[in-house]
């Protein structure tokens, strides 16, 4: 697997920032291969083995919406476009693989714009600017053990997952930011929903937690990310794309499939397997 994510800002860095980037860089080093493209991450880089793959050319945003909500609709590049017209499964698989890198081992981007994504001149898509960690995800438990009486009030607030809330009715959950969870009115562009947990979901006295397969709604579920890509696929391409929509978009998460089976999906129509 590929880690996609570089950081295009400059700016310093404090201690727990920095910790927090070690240990992801640490975890990936011992788990995963790292394709990391941080510009901001000086002196970071040698916390990754010396034979990691580190490839620069990330490319450029693949879109440019609205800053922080509304309804104006995203203007997609257009490289993106063109990618979308000429190979829908690959930008698919792109898309997919992307999300797969860092929401598998517990991270959400819980802001959500076409400009934190860039798509380079061989089609792979990268996210820009770090997502936030889950405090029930494997790395994050490990972060909250080692670091967690250090850290102080403000960077536990940093976690999502951190607290399981009691709850009545889904308006006793907190949502995600307005623009990821789409729960206030005008804060998406139309064709846009968040996930029911996103928007806030009580299941039995419980706040529903978030996870890899809120991602996996979220492609589903707005109109620059699979849906853009499956509108501009003909024939049986874009039936498929359609079907891992429909399967994408179960209201109960763990009917959704994950990135890696998204992407073996994929793989095996490439291969002349449908999906049924």
């Not at 240990?23 to 010396?50: E, N, Q, W």
């Not at 001149?121 to 670091?147: C, H, Q």
Request: glycine letters at 8%; charged letters at 25%; proline letters at 7%.
């Amino acid at each position: 697997m590929v880690t996609r994510i570089y950081n295009r800002k400059r700016r310093p860095e404090n201690h727990i920032a920095r910790g927090l980037k070690l240990a992801f860089l640490h975890f990936y080093k011992t788990h995963i291969s790292l394709h990391l493209c941080d510009r901001s991450c000086r002196g970071v880089s040698h916390a990754i083995a010396p034979d990691s793959p580190i490839d620069l050319r990330t490319g450029d945003p693949i879109g440019k919406g609205p800053p922080e909500y509304g309804t104006a609709p995203t203007v997609l590049s257009d490289a993106f476009r063109r990618m979308a017209e000429a190979q829908p499964l690959q930008l698919a698989r792109s898309l997919l693989a992307c999300f797969q890198s860092w929401a598998a081992v517990g991270y959400l981007q819980n802001s959500f714009k076409a400009e934190q994504f860039t798509m380079n001149y061989k089609g792979e898509v990268f996210m820009v600017d770090g997502p936030r960690l889950l405090a029930n995800a494997p790395l994050g438990e490990a972060v909250l053990r080692t670091w967690g009486s250090k850290l102080g009030e403000s960077a536990l607030q940093k976690f999502l997952n951190a607290q399981r809330t009691k709850c009545q009715t889904d308006d006793d959950c907190p949502p995600t930011k307005n623009n990821h969870s789409c729960r206030r009115p005008g804060s998406c562009e139309a064709g846009a929903r968040g996930a029911p947990e996103a928007r806030g979901k009580c299941l039995q006295g419980t706040c529903a937690l978030l996870s890899e397969k809120t991602h996996v709604w979220d492609v589903a579920h707005r109109p620059w990310l699979l849906p853009y890509v499956a509108d501009r696929a003909t024939g049986g391409d874009r039936d498929f794309l359609v079907a891992l929509i429909r399967h994408a978009s179960a209201e109960d998460p763990d009917d959704r499939p994950s990135f890696a089976e998204l992407v073996a999906a994929i793989d095996r129509r490439v291969d002349g397997v449908t999906l049924n």
